[in-house]
């Protein structure tokens, strides 16, 4: 009986090795975005595609209300062409806008009544896109206004009910395309207007 030689032994063990990797390690991108839209909408979220194109990319998410948590942001990057994103009242803190740096083409972001503070608007002020940021009644002060002096597109910012005062005015000056601004309920003054 012929006895398989050693380099045959090896080489065939190689190539076990090599499809078992290669079948552990596939991923299809593709799949883990039908996965997650499945998801969203089983929540009871809002998915808008781009219709006009034929991949028919996600380009808008809407989890408003849906206790999702920081935890489930970072899943989001599968959206590759993710333009508007919308998380009223997720749960999310600043630690699940650390996730955003991974979405650079946002240009409308909601993250209106959530814990988030000074601290998550330096994640925030990495969304250079940015056209529109709704921070109402989350607990942003004037601090947190310092970091987004960069965020050249911006629009429209929503600062109702947070604790901006007139200090704050200083950093939102800097914003030198913003076309609507509510700062209802907060604490600028007439004076600092």
Same mark, same amino acid.
């Given at each position: 009986?012929?006895?398989?030689?050693?380099?045959?032994?090896?080489?065939?063990?190689? +190539? *076990?090795?090599?499809?078992?990797?290669?079948? @552990?390690?596939?991923?299809?991108?593709?799949?883990?975005?039908?996965?997650?839209?499945?998801?969203?909408?089983?929540m009871g979220g809002l998915i808008a595609r781009d219709e006009q194109?034929? !991949?028919?990319? *996600?380009?808008?998410?809407?989890? @408003?209300?849906?206790?999702? @948590? /920081?935890?489930?942001?970072? %899943?989001?990057?599968?959206?590759? %062409?993710?333009?508007? +994103?919308?998380?009223?009242?997720?749960?999310?803190?600043?630690?699940?806008?650390?996730?955003?740096?991974?979405?650079?083409?946002?240009?409308?972001?909601?993250?209106?009544?959530? $814990?988030?503070?000074?601290? @998550?608007?330096?994640? *925030?002020?990495?969304?250079?896109?940015?056209? %529109?940021?709704?921070?109402?009644?989350?607990?942003?002060? /004037?601090?947190?206004?310092?970091?987004?002096?960069? +965020?050249? !597109?911006?629009?429209?910012?929503i600062l109702w009910h947070t604790d901006v005062t007139d200090e704050?005015?200083?950093?939102?000056?800097?914003?030198?395309?913003?076309? %609507?601004? /509510?700062?209802?309920?907060?604490?600028?003054?007439? $004076?600092?207007?």
């Amino acid at each position: 009986m012929n006895q398989p030689s050693c380099g045959k032994v090896v080489m065939l063990s190689v +190539l *076990v090795l090599l499809a078992i990797l290669s079948a @552990g390690c596939s991923h299809d991108p593709r799949s883990e975005q039908e996965r997650l839209i499945d998801e969203i909408e089983r929540m009871g979220g809002l998915i808008a595609r781009d219709e006009q194109r034929l !991949e028919r990319p *996600v380009y808008r998410v809407e989890l @408003g209300t849906r206790p999702i @948590g /920081d935890s489930f942001l970072r %899943r989001l990057k599968a959206f590759d %062409r993710l333009e508007m +994103l919308s998380l009223g009242n997720t749960g999310i803190t600043d630690d699940g806008l650390a996730y955003l740096k991974e979405m650079p083409q946002l240009r409308r972001l909601n993250i209106r009544y959530n $814990a988030v503070t000074d601290e @998550g608007m330096k994640h *925030v002020a990495e969304l250079h896109q940015l056209t %529109r940021l709704d921070l109402m009644n989350t607990k942003i002060t /004037d601090a947190g206004l310092r970091n987004l002096d960069e +965020l050249e !597109e911006l629009q429209t910012l929503i600062l109702w009910h947070t604790d901006v005062t007139d200090e704050g005015l200083e950093h939102i000056a800097k914003l030198t395309n913003l076309r %609507r601004l /509510d700062l209802g309920d907060t604490l600028i003054t007439d $004076a600092g207007l």
